[in-house]
């Protein structure tokens, strides 16, 4: 369960042998200056309680208290951890059936999520409904693709936001699926979708250039991989420069470790996903080190 | 001197640069772990203590009788029609149409859901709310299509390959060889002149099991009431509940 793997993906990075998953990335705490510690889950679907224990599939597994257990372990490791989640938390249980989505906010900002995505499901009881359950939630709602400019959520949901984390500056956007076809229209209303490819090259400019982040994130509910030619996460990574990690919702994928994609860049992309209904928390740490910008250096050598 | 020069210039440029650039922080190392929530892990208590009343409030919910099952209905207990799919479509057609009327000045003329639909069969005894939704999970919505004569024959088409679809207000008749022999609205047959107005749930327009003649309804009528909803304020009217199947679709020898 608290397998633990490490990625080099700099020449800088120092290889790393017999790691103690309690305390992590002591070992080579030199050849860092800033741990950064990033939680998160996809299409929870409602699922506050475990599966019940004749469930035919995940009997008792689950549960948003169990998930705050583990939370509240990791923020004691390190504080410098951000909590997120890519969409589809409303839907799946009678919580929602009930609440419409309240206890769902409700319960997240509790946990300290820090941000979350809009998923298709979110408008299955309208685009109003969204707008009156996000007075619940204490963290940011982001979608980068949707042109809410001509409904109830123009102003309340942003297109990203950046945290900085114990001096780390962390750009995230989110991105959401092609609702025409998935949602009816009497749901979704006016929002307009756009191309979420170029909207994300445009995000991570100015994440990456104009605010200069050192991590740039992207909650996507594109979903992970499709035979067709149907954008998905995979596609994203590969198709742009510059997105450290794409956290992925919408087809449920179980992915054992994350994905790393070669980005436009030729530099790595994380994708990750963790199934659905909280089944699991997924896990990515960064490790940084100050130092130089790598286009300056190609600045001076140019001259 | 010239190279001096160049070299100081290529000292201040440097400096500007960084005074410009991102003195931030590269990515050196990642790392990654997923945890299993599950059964080994201790409850976070103060959130327990939060859903609680959330949690007890929907039990009660859930546990509320609204009425009582005399016979136990299940999808797949008859060919052509079900117990359980006659009492849904009976419903719609019972509850829809004077809110339909209402909103629209007309009266829907044919109820037809789809037989997959049906998620979960009826055992004998009380009906609670919990009942509702394990037929029901979905959040579909009842819609009203107004079809012609030729989108209502490619619906009897549909329907004559046998599935025990449920409908409503409707009696259909096929042949040995599913071909259709008899169809009646309303107990009249079809009236070529005239458009009807059949209620179905907002999944069947969308296209769920290929039901394409909705694709040609004229006009689509919204009445906003959930399925399950329906069905919940069905219960709750009837004290009890006695379906069977019938005769409003047969297949002759």
């Known amino acids: ?303 | 001197m010239t190279v001096k020069l160049k070299l100081q210039h290529l000292l201040v440029i440097s400096i500007l640069l960084c005074l410009a650039c991102n003195d931030g922080f590269q990515v050196q190392q990642t790392g990654q772990e997923r945890t299993a929530i599950t059964d080994s892990i201790p409850n976070d208590k103060a959130l327990e203590d939060f859903i609680s009343p959330y949690r007890n409030k929907i039990k009660g919910e859930m546990e509320k009788v609204l009425s009582y099952n005399a016979n136990p209905m299940f999808p797949k207990d008859t060919p052509y029609n079900t117990a359980i799919g006659n009492m849904m479509a009976d419903a719609v057609y019972e509850l829809a149409n004077p809110l339909f009327y209402s909103k629209f000045k007309d009266s829907i003329d044919v109820v037809l859901l789809n037989h997959g639909g049906i998620r979960a069969g009826m055992s004998q005894g009380d009906i609670k709310t919990r009942t509702a939704f394990s037929i029901m999970p979905f959040e579909n919505m009842v819609v009203v299509a107004e079809l012609d004569a030729v989108a209502m024959k490619e619906m009897f088409n549909y329907l004559s390959k046998g599935k025990a679809h449920p409908f409503s207000n409707m009696s259909l008749v096929i042949d040995g060889n599913n071909k259709l022999k008899e169809a009646k609205i309303n107990q009249q047959e079809l009236d070529e002149s005239r458009t009807y107005f059949v209620a179905t749930s907002d999944y069947l327009i969308k296209g769920g099991d290929n039901m394409d003649f909705f694709q040609k309804a004229k006009n689509i009528y919204e009445i906003d009431y959930k399925l399950r909803n329906l069905l919940i304020d069905y219960f709750q009217k009837k004290d009890t509940i006695s379906y069977s199947s019938d005769d409003r679709f047969i297949k002759l020898k």
């Open chain 1, 1 to 303: 369960m608290l397998r633990r793997d490490f990625l080099n993906i700099s020449i800088k990075a120092s290889t790393v042998l017999g790691m103690s998953s309690v305390v992590p990335a002591i070992s080579f705490k030199d050849t860092y200056d800033k741990h950064i510690t990033i939680l998160h889950t996809n299409d929870v679907h409602s699922q506050i309680d475990p599966f019940s224990s004749d469930h035919h599939k995940y009997a008792n597994r689950g549960g948003v208290s169990r998930r705050y257990h583990v939370i509240k372990q990791v923020l004691k490791e390190n504080k410098n951890t951000l909590v997120l989640d890519a969409g589809d938390s409303f839907q799946g249980t009678p919580y929602f059936n009930f609440y419409g989505g309240e206890l769902e906010f409700k319960l997240m900002s509790k946990m300290g999520y820090h941000a979350s995505t809009i998923g298709n499901h979110e408008f299955d009881n309208g685009i109003g409904n969204i707008a009156a359950q996000l007075e619940h939630a204490q963290f940011d709602m982001l979608n980068a693709n949707y042109d809410f400019t001509n409904t109830i959520l123009d102003g309340l949901v942003k297109p990203n936001q950046i945290y900085e984390v114990d001096g780390v500056k962390i750009g995230i956007f989110g991105l959401g699926i092609e609702l025409d076809g998935l949602v009816p229209k009497s749901l979704y209303k006016e929002t307009e979708y756009l191309n979420p490819l170029e909207i994300a090259q445009d995000q991570v400019n100015t994440l990456k250039n104009d605010y200069k982040c050192d991590l740039v994130v992207c909650l996507s509910h594109l979903g992970y991989k499709y035979k067709s030619d149907k954008i998905d996460d995979i596609k994203l990574a590969e198709q742009t420069h510059d997105i450290d990690l794409i956290i992925g919702g919408h087809t449920h994928t179980f992915l054992k470790e994350p994905n790393y994609v070669t980005n436009k860049s030729g530099r790595k992309t994380i994708v990750n996903q963790v199934g659905y209904a909280g089944l699991y928390l997924g896990r990515i740490d960064f490790y940084l080190s100050s130092g130089k910008d790598k286009n300056t250096k190609n600045s001076v050598v140019s001259l």
